[in-house]
């Protein structure tokens, strides 16, 4: 039809932005597409391939593409989170490390769970250090460290100073030169927290130091399949807040991303229920991570997000992680006369999984073991190299590398590998640094005995669990009369577990009594309706959101134990890669400042430590160079618009009729939505 004279022509109507959802897990790689205006258009799910992390990404990226039928030019958005530090952690998986120590002495490694933390890795004392004003208390010697940074076998650094975060002078100083002679990854207690407690700091930086590698493979990763399908738009990746960052500051600061996982788990959680009070579960195939929805957004641990047992100073999401899963391993203990099942913390590789892939070695190695009238210590295990080329080979022992040696060829039943005690001890250490994975008797495997789960082997998990029902109890007899018994007993004791653990965590944020007596309240509450005399109640008050891939299957008896009600939302199964694009940037600088002696004001941010006459004087001087500092790394933390907010708590004593500054912290946030790429094509 002819356009009338003046009439514009208004041209083809932009399409909506498009957000790629990406969540790496223990077990799935999940994917999201997600439109504005519209919600979900597209959910996957595909196996982590541990040996190389594209490999699962790519398949589900490619998967929801292919179900949304968009053009992957569309996608105008990344955003990524990810349970592989949070699981690393758990499972004392991570690269050997170096710990350096400024104006500290031995027995600082007894505090925080250094030494445990530490293992066996090097851990190099210097001369240094500041006081709490930052004052230089003896000179930094370089020397020592120059003589063992040559021959130290590590995938990368840990640097900690005495009040390191009043002046960072003697890390930089020590960065710099482990930068300058090896090359490696160094991690800065003063860029992680800008808090007192020198031992944490340090706990936190090897810890940050040991995900380094694994984080920056993944991102790598990412970016090179993108790169392969023509999607230009930006990479962000959840912090364990919930919030955002670019890629490029995630490669900096890995160990942000402790949690990230569960933190999108509940911010997707959120967005899919509405709810704004809520106990929120999400299980995986590693851990179940426990969080709280107050006021419609997760609660945050201000003191430091506690994973694997290790209290570190990263703000998080207020988390309880344990290494509960549906891939969590199973074992057998005696508690008196009664024999008790074992779950986790190490995860397993599903029977059923490990046999899609390896069929004839899995059943014909089952079957065998099943017509054995002695069963062996090892049976129905299998072992598997997953393990990247990387530092941890080069300070791998003999016997482990004639372990290695032996699976290059491919999987091997544990009984014939483990044939000796070298071997054995060899190939739990090769497990703990995650170069080798095992496989066994899982509740994943019991879910499909019981065809509550479907989608792999069913018959392998049948022939494990009948081997697994034919370990002696204390009276000498099987544990289970059949494999569905004892797959039965499991997935009841991993609802069990669940239930006291979330009823621990759930009085924990209550502030109630020490979380130990959280299983014998649950036993009360079990027998309530026995009783006699006593009429006893105890419940949630809030709703139970269950995520995960396998929340249909365990939470609505869960939430029966604990008397409440189970939500558990559509798309529950991809909460976390949808929590990774409907969230904020959100980053914050901080200051402190001190009065070391009358008419001096001291502040604290990144450098040398700078005075003021006055406290008016230097609180200017901190908001602006907190709004400045907060608005920059906002940017390139990847945010658009920018709104920015400060908050001060200031600490006053009155000393001898005169008031006082104790400490004043100022702290800037600024949050936005990220930006999206300006290429957009139907």
């Not at 694997?308 to 309880?320: D, K, L, N, P, R």
């Not at 500092?629 to 908050?647: C, N, P």
Request: glycine share 10%.
């Amino acid at each position: 039809m002819a356009k009338s004279p003046g009439s514009k022509s208004r041209g083809p109507i932009s399409p909506s932005p498009i957000s790629l959802g990406i969540d790496t897990g223990g077990t799935y790689t999940d994917a999201v597409l997600f439109e504005d205006g519209v919600g979900v258009i597209a959910s996957a799910k595909s196996l982590t391939t541990r040996h190389d992390f594209s490999v699962g990404i790519g398949r589900s990226i490619d998967a929801v593409i292919d179900e949304a039928d968009i053009e992957s030019t569309r996608i105008s958005l990344v955003s990524m989170s990810t349970t592989l530090a949070t699981n690393a952690l758990v499972e004392g998986h991570g690269g050997r490390v170096c710990l350096v120590l400024i104006g500290f002495d031995a027995a600082t490694l007894t505090r925080s769970g250094l030494s445990g933390a530490m293992k066996d890795d090097p851990v190099l004392f210097l001369p240094g250090g500041h006081t709490a004003h930052g004052d230089e208390v003896t000179p930094l010697e370089l020397g020592a460290l120059r003589d063992h940074l040559s021959g130290l076998e590590v995938s990368a650094f840990a640097v900690a100073s005495m009040f390191g975060v009043r002046n960072p002078d003697h890390e930089n100083r020590v960065r710099d030169l482990i930068l300058e002679i090896t090359g490696r990854p160094v991690t800065c207690s003063h860029e992680l927290s800008s808090k007192l407690d020198g031992p944490r700091r340090a706990l936190t930086c090897v810890l940050n130091a040991r995900l380094i590698n694994m984080i920056h493979h993944l991102i790598h990763a990412t970016e090179d399949l993108f790169a392969a399908r023509s999607i230009e738009a930006p990479l962000m990746v959840v912090q364990g807040d919930g919030a955002l960052i670019s890629s490029d500051v995630a490669r900096l600061k890995p160990i942000e991303t402790i949690l990230s996982g569960p933190a999108a788990s509940l911010v997707g959680a959120a967005y899919l229920t509405g709810e704004t009070e809520a106990v929120v579960s999400d299980i995986g195939g590693t851990t179940t991570d426990i969080a709280i929805l107050s006021g419609g957004q997760p609660r945050l641990d201000e003191d430091g997000a506690t994973v694997g047992g290790w209290q570190t100073m990263v703000e998080a999401v207020a988390m309880h992680t344990v290494g509960l899963g549906g891939d969590s391993e199973v074992g057998v203990t005696q508690a008196g006369m009664d024999t008790v099942l074992k779950l986790g913390p190490r995860r397993l590789i599903p029977l059923s999984l490990f046999a899609t892939d390896h069929a004839d070695l899995v059943h014909g190695t089952l079957g065998s073991q099943l017509k054995q009238p002695r069963l062996h210590d090892h049976a129905g295990r299998f072992a598997i190299a997953v393990g990247r080329q990387s530092a941890h080979l080069t300070a791998l022992t003999e016997p482990e590398r004639g372990v290695l040696d032996r699976l290059a060829g491919g999987p091997m039943a544990l009984d014939k590998l483990t044939d000796s005690r070298r071997a054995k001890a060899a190939l739990e250490r090769l497990v703990a640094h995650g170069l080798v994975m095992l496989s066994g008797m899982t509740p994943s495997d019991a879910a499909h005995v019981l065809c509550k789960h479907e989608g792999w082997d069913r018959d392998a998990a049948l022939k494990g669990a009948a081997l697994f029902a034919r370990q002696k109890g204390s009276t000498g007899l099987p544990i289970s009369p059949d494999p569905v018994a004892l797959s039965g007993w499991i997935v009841d004791t991993l609802v069990q577990i669940s239930a006291e653990t979330l009823l621990e965590a759930s009085m924990i944020e209550d502030g109630f009594m020490p979380s130990t007596d959280a299983r014998k309240l649950l036993a009360a509450n079990d027998q309530a309706s026995a009783n006699m005399f006593i009429a006893f109640q105890m419940g949630l008050k809030v709703p139970l959101v269950g995520l995960g891939a396998s929340a249909a299957t365990y939470y609505p008896d869960v939430a029966e134990r604990l008397r409440t009600t189970a939500l558990i939302p559509e798309h529950a199964g991809v909460a976390n890669a949808l929590g990774a694009v409907v969230g904020q940037v959100r980053v914050a600088a901080e200051a402190t400042i001190t009065q070391p002696e009358p008419g001096c004001f001291r502040v604290f941010l990144a450098g040398v430590p700078k005075n003021f006459g006055s406290f008016e004087k230097a609180i200017s001087y901190v908001e602006g160079k907190l709004h400045e500092e907060a608005e920059v790394r906002a940017r390139e933390a990847g945010a658009g618009e920018i709104d920015i907010r400060t908050e001060r708590d200031d600490n006053v004593a009155i000393v001898e009729g005169q008031e006082m500054l104790v400490e004043s912290h100022v702290r800037t946030t600024a949050s936005g939505r990220p930006r999206v790429s300006a290429r957009v094509s139907a």
